[in-house]
């Protein structure tokens, strides 16, 4: 590296939720074509690659990190091994992962690590990627990476991957609801693919349902257009999950979904106050729950 490259530099990347997330059935690979809202909320992971002699990972946080990989197998070095075969430069590096997002819960932590770690490591080795390289790295690593990258607000077809931006005229607040354990993403499809076994099923295109408009509804709007396929399939793998979404509908919430392949759940509220209280109530019943928004932003340097 060159005397100009800086210490060490930092990105943030926002957790997600699927305002709507409908799955068709699986392709011939096993994957599930999706038509999905993403939507960013304002819980970020921080990502800072430094300079080291040899590569050394570090992950940080309050939550149970139990799921957290801490060899070669973590997605970030996925995604500093992306880089380096795009581009041919390699340097040793150092990255710690400060985790606000919950581990395997649905929120897209993993994956806005690896995003947070494409846009640091570009930075950090100067190597001059644009958003839109950016972005085909990102769907090399996993389906929700490139929203994580991008963040926002937007429609998702395919495997989530094929992003159309949308924008937000109406704020959303929500409250979300940690769940101790954790839940396998693809074992949610699988389960999701017993239950449906013996009926047929088509996906729904995103003009069928409306979903254009998503970003200037009201809370009560999006609470009835809110939906999620994998919901069932995420309590029946963890039954205690029905009683969350009971806690948070109890506490006020217009709507209660599961998050993603779940067990994260999250709550729509009227408002800010509405989900600060939202919170309290459910936080008296012994539940892990905060109050955010969404964000317009995605991952940046920070
Ligand atoms: O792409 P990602 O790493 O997020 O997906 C993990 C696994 O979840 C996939 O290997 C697949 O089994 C399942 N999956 C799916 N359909 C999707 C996304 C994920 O079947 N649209």
New binding site residues.
């Given amino acids: 590296m060159d005397k100009g490259t800086p210490e060490s530099v930092s990105a943030v990347a926002p957790a997600k939720i699927n305002l709507v997330l409908r799955?068709g059935p699986?392709d011939a690979s096993?994957?599930?074509?999706?038509t999905t809202v993403f939507q960013a909320v304002d819980i970020w992971d921080r990502v800072t690659v430094s300079s080291a002699h040899k590569d050394e990972l570090t992950v940080v946080g309050a939550g149970d990190l139990s799921g957290v990989p801490l060899d070669y197998s973590n997605i970030v070095w996925r995604a500093v091994e992306a880089l380096a075969e795009r581009t041919g430069v390699r340097h040793p590096v150092g990255i710690q992962v400060e985790k606000n997002i919950p581990v395997a819960g649905g929120m897209a932590g993993g994956?806005a690590d690896a995003a947070a770690t494409l846009v640091a490591v570009n930075a950090h080795w100067d190597l001059g990627l644009d958003h839109q390289a950016l972005r085909e790295v990102a769907r090399t690593l996993?389906?929700?990476v490139p929203f994580s990258l991008q963040g926002g607000l937007a429609i998702g077809t395919g495997?989530?991957d094929q992003l159309t931006p949308m924008t937000r005229t109406t704020p959303l607040h929500i409250v979300i609801v940690r769940s101790s354990g954790q839940l396998s993403?693809?074992e949610i499809?699988r389960r999701l693919d017993i239950l449906r076994e013996g009926r047929s099923w088509t996906l729904p295109r995103p003009d069928e349902l409306g979903l254009a408009q998503l970003g200037h509804l009201g809370p009560r709007d999006v609470a009835h257009v809110a939906a999620n396929d994998l919901g069932d399939a995420a309590v029946a793998a963890m039954p205690e999950l029905a009683e969350s979404l009971r806690a948070v509908t109890e506490a006020g919430a217009l709507a209660a979904l599961v998050s993603g392949s779940g067990p994260t759940i999250w709550g729509i509220a009227r408002d800010r106050a509405h989900a600060e209280d939202i919170t309290d109530r459910v936080v008296q019943k012994g539940y892990l729950a905060q109050a955010t928004s969404a964000t317009d932003r995605g991952t940046h340097l920070d």
Avoid: E, I, K
């Fill in positions: 799955v699986p096993g994957y599930h074509p999706l994956s996993g389906s929700d495997r989530g993403t693809p499809y």
